[in-house]
């Protein structure tokens, strides 16, 4: 069965300007991206297949997604100082707000005041 889900997320930041580590989204498909100075929000939809069938690990049937799933997303990034490319992730179970900086020079990367959201569309 073929699903459809909508997921969005929003980080606040220094994105441009002095030290700019050029955030992007890793593994997505097709998306929306809103910019602004100091503002990034993504939506993306995704289209996935699922079928019923048995967890071994758990010993029962598994589900579709509910309405309240875990999200995690993956951000990547490149520090001009370093020279090298990073990423780090948001997720639904985080303690907000959260701030990520970078692994090579301590830069702020993000500030993630809300969790991503997930909208089941079939």
């Avoid at 991206?33 to 029962?60: C, H, S």
Wanted: charged content about 20%; hydrophobic content about 40%; aromatic content about 10%.
């Amino acid at each position: 069965m073929l699903r459809s889900v909508e997921i969005s997320a929003e980080l606040t930041g220094p994105l441009h300007g002095k030290g700019f580590h050029n955030l992007h989204w890793d593994n997505v498909a097709a998306f929306d991206v809103t910019e602004e100075r100091e503002r990034m929000a993504l939506r993306a939809v995704v289209d996935y297949w699922w079928a019923p069938f048995r967890d071994a690990k758990r010993g029962q049937a598994a589900t579709a997604l509910s309405q309240t799933p875990w999200i995690r997303l993956h951000l990547g990034y490149y520090c001009p100082q370093a020279r090298q490319s990073g990423a780090f992730s948001i997720q639904t179970n985080m303690v907000r707000p959260r701030r990520d900086t970078c692994g090579h020079c301590d830069h702020l990367l993000a500030t993630s005041k809300d969790a991503p959201t997930i909208r089941l569309l079939t």
